[in-house]
């Protein structure tokens, strides 16, 4: 039991930091690929898609967070959702933005353990 929560601990933090690095460079959609890493060092495809899931949160969650408190991002958003919907929605843009990062951890990790078993599928076949 133990073993299994520091394995998810792990694998979070190695989401967590890999998906803020990824998160600064200007191809920010790359954020898929720190799931591809913690998805193939998964044992399951929901402890895969968790662990991912969770560290690409984080690490989106602190992004947004230093944007509303450093550049005052709320303001953008603001006027953005004015043009669409109506003045006041910049915390709904917000969620949005974190929605986003979850479903690219999500989505990362488990395809990166689907692409583990299907590999590990391929040697066995080759082996027998």
């Known amino acids: 039991m133990k073993s299994e929560n520091l394995d998810l601990l792990i694998g979070v933090i190695v989401s967590f930091f890999l998906a803020s690095i ?11 690929i720190p799931g591809f890493i913690v998805g193939a060092l998964s044992k399951t495809l929901k402890r895969a898609s968790l662990t991912s899931s969770l560290g690409t949160l984080m690490a ?12 005052n991002i709320t303001v953008i958003l603001d006027q953005f ?17 974190l929605l986003i990062g979850l479903v690219f951890g999500i989505l990362g990790g488990a395809l990166g353990f689907l692409i583990k078993t299907v590999i590990k599928g391929y040697k066995q076949e080759d082996m027998e």
């Open 22 to 32: 990824l998160t600064f460079i200007p191809i920010w959609q790359l954020v898929i």
């Open 60 to 71: 989106w969650s602190l992004y947004t967070l230093s944007g509303v408190i450093l550049t």
């Open 81 to 97: 959702g004015a043009l669409i919907i109506g003045p006041g929605y910049a915390w709904l843009f917000v969620l949005i933005i």
